[in-house]
């Protein structure tokens, strides 16, 4: 006869051992302001694209506009001797010019642009100007063009006088106040 036989002890399981946990820096996702000091950083620094990557977490700042351009100062220029000769001429002295407009005058008054826009003399590049210098306005008479917006707009002489001078060229952009015509008064 046999002996029953003795079932072998199961084996135990081993001890679970703690496992690793990963790092808390690649676990925890960046912070608000983690971005803000990147986006700081890039803003900085001259490239003009950035792209970061971290876990599951992925951004690019790119800058618009022209990529920066730096420039090298350039060298100080040597400086000159300038040698004066012994003995010189005296030079004439030149003529002044006899003002055509005083500025003080009380008797001249200035038509000025009461909008911006551009300035023309006459109605059409063929047709003679509206006025030119010597000649004699009335108040309402139209002394020029001024087209703003594609509008043509008259401007009328607010005084009679003689047209001293035209300050403004044909076909320029005028600005709000602008001196047109300096009008002697009488």
Do not use: W
Not at 33 to 45: C, F, H, V
Not at 47 to 67: L, M
Not at 138 to 165: F, Y
């Amino acid at each position: 006869m046999s002996t029953p036989r003795k079932k072998p002890a199961a084996a135990k399981p081993a001890p679970k051992k703690p496992q690793a946990t990963p790092k808390a820096s690649a676990a925890t996702p960046l912070g608000l302001e983690d971005i803000k000091a990147l986006i700081a950083l890039a803003g900085r620094e001259p490239f003009q694209e950035f792209e970061f990557e971290a876990g599951d977490i992925r951004f690019r700042i790119r800058k618009d506009g022209p990529p920066p351009v730096y420039q090298t100062p350039a060298p100080a220029p040597a400086p000159m001797l300038v040698v004066a000769p012994a003995q010189s001429a005296p030079a004439a002295p030149a003529a002044p010019a006899p003002p055509v407009v005083a500025a003080e005058d009380p008797a001249i008054h200035y038509v000025t642009s009461p909008i911006v826009g551009t300035f023309y003399r006459s109605s059409n590049p063929t047709a003679p100007p509206y006025v030119s210098s010597g000649d004699f306005v009335r108040p309402g008479q139209t002394l020029c063009i001024i087209e703003a917006m594609k509008l043509m707009n008259e401007i009328e002489s607010d005084v009679a006088g003689e047209v001293i001078k035209v300050l403004v060229e044909n076909g320029t952009p005028v600005e709000y106040g602008e001196r047109l015509y300096a009008v002697r008064i009488g």
